[in-house]
């Protein structure tokens, strides 16, 4: 929506009336053309939702009723454009008055990351304006912090939390839908909205085609193939549930959003929610976790335990983390250094869709994201590489630039002018371009490079069909979900949210949500800045000494990517020669891009949990609420391996 044509608010759905431009009121006409299928100047409630949604905007289900129980005055069961009009004014009044409420907030959020503390705001209304007593400052206070832990977050975002409706069991995802708040009217672009929103909702849609013959093979889905969305299955979901990649996606997300940052502890902390109470799934409990993510968790989970008990800090605020000096102490790569499954993949496309603005950042970020819980160089690389092509669908690029077999070449500052590991260079160079698919070599293995060429190979054999491709992915057997998980955030955001299958779309968990969270994407993404940013804490692996150059030929480096026997195997060979660089919290945006090429040599970082070797961490403390998915594997598969 176009910014109002008077630097005055209105401040009543009348005023709107009046104060919206000719522009604004000929968009909302050709929105609601779109769907007046009869040309009868008139639309089903029905269609309300879809008639917004194309405006950017996001209504829940009991907001639309609402409207409609409002303005069908007539009780005729049809709308029209006078009504609709109606309908905008008062959405656009009530964004308004959450806008001022905001603004107030801004006033004592000094540092301007979205949140004050309680023990502020007491002060404020104790000694302010109106006398409350202490009794009434702890009533309303109670009200306010909702997750109960000492801070308020005033941009309304509280459905980012983890919440509970009972002692042990968390708020489900569809039942946030009440609490969704939007961005102001007007900021969000609408194209850069349609390519966002069709990533993720991409992502969870490929997830939930593939969710109910996870680990069927190939040769069983050959013959019985995957045509519609079907609900049983393996995990005995609805049609339309999602499973662990689009869980841990909307993680990620969750806490781009909420901090307005890239800060992985956050991000940690929030697959620790999923992991140990259902936070972000789409049955409530966690399920399908990879083995390699599970124990990568679990050491985090040290490593909190280990800095509560050295700094002193409080176990109920250990989530909360917010000062960057704290942060800058903790070391936030968790992972094995060998784990190279596609978990670091599945989750990837929140990020470069926050900062594709700054590709650079938004290249080395999806790498970073991945290394917390995937430690291995490969790993790491092929997230990089797979968040430039997202960054590139969002940017416009043609399916040809794509896929371009130079694309690395062509885009070398977004890397920062690193190499590429030679695997996923072979990738780039287009060994996926095979006619014959499974039969020419392409597997949805669990092997983070195989679902990387079999999620590029479904986008490559169907430039014109985002469904078709996402059936594609899926048959290809064994990790169905995440090959079209993969596939669905790159394909989304080419094709865009538009042309995903209106026939899956009407079936999909979550949507409501996951439309809003889209919105903030766009939103807080658009807002940030390498200036602006608090908290960049960065462990970056020096690029010397563990990438390896642009090959001339296509060997793997075994000496560097042992193979295990067993995903299970709690001992694992470090790389030699590994050495990190690490950013703190206060390094400026040339601090940032020189040390994205460079050693600094040593390390500062506080391993906190060097007394929990790894046979520990896989014996203790494991979840009690989480079923684990043989398919994230802890060691770099390799074709060939005896393990599949």
């Given at each position: 929506?176009?910014?109002?044509?008077?630097?005055?608010?209105?401040?009543?759905?009348?005023?709107?009336?009046?104060?919206?431009?000719?522009?604004?009121?000929?968009?909302?006409?050709?929105?609601?053309?779109?769907?007046?299928?009869?040309?009868?100047?008139?639309?089903?409630?029905?269609?309300?939702?879809?008639?917004?949604?194309?405006?950017?905007?996001?209504?829940?289900?009991?907001?639309?009723?609402?409207?409609?129980?409002?303005?069908?005055?007539?009780?005729?069961?049809?709308?029209?454009?006078?009504?609709?009009?109606?309908?905008?004014?008062?959405?656009?009044?009530?964004?308004?008055?959450?806008?001022?409420?905001?603004?107030?907030?801004?006033?004592?959020?000094?540092?301007?990351?979205?949140?004050?503390?309680?023990?502020?705001?007491?002060?404020v209304m104790i000694n302010l304006g109106e006398q409350f007593s202490d009794h009434e400052v702890d009533e309303m206070l109670q009200e306010i912090d909702i997750a109960g832990n000492g801070i308020i977050r005033y941009e309304g975002k509280p459905w980012l939390e983890l919440q509970f409706r009972t002692e042990n069991t968390v708020t489900r995802i569809h039942e946030l839908d009440?609490?969704?708040?939007?961005?102001?009217?007007?900021?969000?672009?609408?194209?850069?909205?349609?390519?966002?929103?069709?990533?993720?909702?991409?992502?969870?849609?490929?997830?939930?085609?593939?969710?109910?013959?996870?680990?069927?093979?190939?040769?069983?889905?050959?013959?019985?193939?995957?045509?519609?969305?079907?609900?049983?299955?393996?995990?005995?979901?609805?049609?339309?549930?999602?499973?662990?990649?689009?869980?841990?996606?909307?993680?990620?997300?969750?806490?781009?959003?909420?901090?307005?940052?890239?800060?992985?502890?956050?991000?940690?902390?929030?697959?620790?929610?999923?992991?140990?109470?259902?936070?972000?799934?789409?049955?409530?409990?966690?399920?399908?976790?990879?083995?390699?993510?599970?124990?990568?968790?679990?050491?985090?989970?040290?490593?909190?335990?280990?800095?509560?008990?050295?700094?002193?800090?409080?176990?109920?605020?250990?989530?909360?983390?917010?000062?960057?000096?704290?942060?800058?102490?903790?070391?936030?790569?968790?992972?094995?250094?060998?784990?190279?499954?596609?978990?670091?993949?599945?989750?990837?496309?929140?990020?470069?869709?926050?900062?594709?603005?700054?590709?650079?950042?938004?290249?080395?970020?999806?790498?970073?994201?991945?290394?917390?819980?995937?430690?291995?160089?490969?790993?790491?690389?092929?997230?990089?590489?797979?968040?430039?092509?997202?960054?590139?669908?969002?940017?416009?690029?043609?399916?040809e630039d794509l896929l371009d077999k130079n694309f690395y070449e062509n885009h070398l500052p977004w890397f920062n002018n690193k190499p590429l590991h030679k695997e996923i260079i072979k990738v780039a160079r287009g060994s996926y371009k095979k006619y014959g698919g499974h039969k020419d070599g392409i597997r949805g293995k669990g092997y983070i490079v195989q679902s990387l060429e079999?999620?590029?190979?479904?986008?490559?054999?169907?430039k014109d069909s985002f469904g078709k491709g996402a059936l594609d992915a899926v048959n290809l057997g064994d990790d169905t979900d995440t090959t079209a998980a993969i596939y669905g955030q790159l394909a989304g955001a080419y094709h865009g949210f538009r042309n995903l299958p209106d026939k899956w779309m009407q079936h999909m968990y979550g949507k409501e949500f996951i439309h809003c969270?889209?919105?903030?994407?766009?939103?807080?993404?658009?807002?940030?800045?390498?200036?602006?940013?608090?908290?960049?804490?960065?462990?970056?692996?020096?690029?010397?000494?563990?990438?390896?150059?642009?090959?001339?030929?296509?060997?793997?480096?075994?000496?560097?990517?042992?193979?295990?026997?067993?995903?299970?195997?709690?001992?694992?060979?470090?790389?030699?020669?590994?050495?990190?660089?690490?950013?703190?919290?206060?390094?400026?945006?040339?601090?940032?891009?020189?040390?994205?090429?460079?050693?600094?040599?040593?390390?500062?970082?506080?391993?906190?949990?060097?007394?929990?070797?790894?046979?520990?961490?896989?014996?203790?403390?494991?979840?009690?609420?989480?079923?684990?998915?043989?398919?994230?594997?802890?060691?770099?598969?390799?074709?060939?391996?005896?393990?599949?």
């Open positions: 929506m176009n910014q109002l044509s008077t630097s005055q608010s209105p401040t009543s759905v009348i005023d709107w009336l009046e104060h919206f431009t000719e522009e604004q009121i000929q968009e909302f006409r050709q929105a609601f053309l779109l769907y007046d299928k009869d040309s009868d100047g008139a639309i089903s409630p029905k269609v309300l939702g879809s008639v917004m949604r194309t405006l950017g905007q996001n209504p829940t289900e009991d907001e639309l009723k609402g409207l409609i129980n409002e303005f069908d005055c007539e009780g005729k069961g049809l709308i029209d454009f006078n009504e609709f009009l109606q309908m905008m004014a008062k959405r656009a009044h009530e964004h308004n008055e959450e806008d001022e409420l905001r603004e107030a907030f801004r006033v004592f959020d000094k540092n301007g990351n979205g949140f004050i503390k309680v023990a502020e705001l007491r002060h009440n609490q969704l708040t939007y961005p102001p009217a007007g900021k969000v672009q609408k194209d850069i909205l349609n390519r966002v929103l069709g990533s993720l909702q991409g992502l969870a849609m490929g997830d939930a085609l593939g969710a109910h013959v996870e680990f069927r093979p190939y040769h069983f889905l050959e013959k019985n193939p995957v045509e519609d969305l079907h609900s049983g299955g393996t995990w005995g979901l609805n049609k339309g549930e999602f499973t662990d990649d689009t869980s841990m996606a909307l993680c990620l997300a969750n806490s781009l959003v909420a901090r307005k940052d890239f800060i992985p502890y956050d991000q940690l902390v929030r697959y620790k929610w999923w992991f140990r109470h259902g936070y972000m799934s789409s049955t409530g409990t966690c399920f399908d976790i990879g083995a390699a993510t599970k124990r990568s968790l679990i050491e985090f989970e040290h490593r909190q335990q280990a800095f509560m008990k050295k700094s002193k800090f409080p176990k109920d605020k250990i989530d909360f983390v917010l000062s960057p000096d704290l942060l800058k102490k903790f070391n936030v790569d968790c992972s094995e250094s060998d784990a190279a499954g596609n978990g670091a993949l599945m989750r990837l496309a929140p990020v470069p869709l926050f900062f594709y603005r700054y590709p650079e950042y938004a290249v080395e970020f999806s790498g970073v994201s991945g290394r917390t819980t995937h430690g291995d160089q490969i790993a790491y690389d092929a997230c990089r590489y797979y968040g430039a092509l997202i960054v590139a669908a969002l940017q416009g690029s043609s399916f079999a999620a590029l190979w479904a986008f490559w054999a169907n969270l889209s919105q903030w994407i766009v939103y807080e993404g658009q807002n940030w800045s390498p200036d602006k940013s608090q908290t960049l804490i960065i462990n970056l692996p020096s690029t010397q000494s563990q990438s390896n150059p642009i090959p001339t030929s296509s060997s793997t480096n075994k000496q560097n990517y042992p193979e295990h026997a067993s995903a299970s195997s709690s001992q694992v060979r470090p790389k030699s020669g590994a050495s990190y660089a690490n950013i703190g919290s206060t390094a400026s945006s040339k601090d940032i891009q020189r040390q994205m090429s460079t050693p600094s040599g040593s390390t500062q970082l506080d391993n906190a949990s060097s007394s929990f070797n790894t046979q520990q961490t896989q014996n203790r403390n494991t979840s009690q609420h989480s079923t684990t998915s043989p398919k994230d594997y802890n060691t770099a598969e390799r074709k060939g391996s005896t393990f599949v």
